[in-house]
């Protein structure tokens, strides 16, 4: 046989490998018409508000990337626009509320909310630039409280607490200012926007604030002076992380919550949010978390 053959294939050899290349590349074609390209990364977008919970999630959703979950974090500056953007689909799930703030929500709106997940649960304190006590408090001294009725209800709690008010029997956290019955002191009450209370405290002689706040705006060495801080053992003021109902089981979600609460570096941003004062905070989420007692001076 002349060795030339085998350097050189026949025709007809030249043709079959044609279509042969050729059928595969349909073939090829085929199976990404029916099958689709390679599956897009998994994407979850979370709304939270400025301080200790954008940054924790900020850390869990660094992490998250990295296991091939891209988590979008948007941050919002109020606490109504979250939940709209949430019922409306702009988002996935966000995380800035507690349980009694999301039940009133769903009361008023009729979004279709739920709680699918616990987060931190933040202590609350009343704090004062002006007076060291309680009992220092004047006659007439203003006070500021939040202007939403949830976290409203919270900080008059915390007042009665305190002995400086007096609420309608029963009404507990539901409380707002028309459900005072005493006032011994003639308090006289200014409601801010939740997330501004920090900025209000210079202007005021008491105000209701949230400790993160406090760190988040370059003021720890205030976060852990309030004058009394409530308890952090009820649950229904732990931050939640909440979705659609109809994405209530999303398994994507479900990842990304199961990152942040098992994640050291989460738990190490938290703990720094609250200028590494376990007091300001609990983690419920761990069987180990203990409930504080108020206190006060």
């Keep these: 046989m002349d060795s030339r053959s085998n350097i050189h294939p026949p025709a007809a050899v030249l043709r079959s490998a044609g279509r042969t290349r050729r059928g595969l590349s349909i073939l090829a074609a085929a199976l990404l018409l029916a099958f689709g390209a390679a599956p897009a990364l998994a994407r979850v977008k979370i709304g939270v508000t400025p301080g200790s919970l954008a940054d924790s999630v900020q850390v869990a959703a660094a992490e998250a990337g990295a296991q091939g979950l891209a988590v979008e974090v948007v941050e919002f500056t109020d606490w109504t626009t979250p939940n709209l953007a949430l019922a409306n689909g702009d988002l996935d799930v966000n995380y800035f509320q507690h349980q009694a703030f999301l039940d009133n929500a769903v009361r008023e709106t009729g979004f279709p909310l739920k709680s699918v997940a616990l987060g931190i649960l933040p202590n609350i304190g009343l704090y004062s ?12 001294a203003k ?9 409203q209800g919270r900080g008059l ?28 002191k003639k308090l006289t009450f200014v409601e801010i926007e939740g997330p501004q209370l920090v900025r209000a405290l210079s202007d005021v002689d008491l105000a209701q604030g949230y400790p993160a706040h406090y760190v988040n705006a370059g003021r720890a060495d205030i976060a852990g002076k309030a004058l009394i801080y409530s308890g952090i053992g009820d649950l229904i003021y732990a931050i939640r992380f909440v979705t659609r109902a109809d994405r209530a089981d999303d398994p994507e979600i479900a990842k990304f919550v199961a990152i942040y609460q098992t994640s050291p570096a989460v738990r190490a941003r938290i703990d720094a949010s609250f200028a590494h004062n376990p007091s300001l905070y609990s983690l419920p989420w761990l069987p180990q978390a203990a409930p504080s007692q108020s206190s006060a001076r």
Excluded: F
Aim: charged share 20%; hydrophobic share 45%; net charge negative.
């Design 143 to 151: 006070v500021a409280v939040a202007n939403d009725p949830v976290n």
């Design 157 to 184: 709690a915390l007042l009665e607490t305190a002995g400086l008010i007096k609420l309608k029997a029963g009404i507990g956290a539901k409380a707002t200012l028309d459900d005072l019955v005493a006032n011994p």
């Design 129 to 140: 630039e002006k007076h060291t006590s309680l009992t220092a408090l004047p006659d007439g």
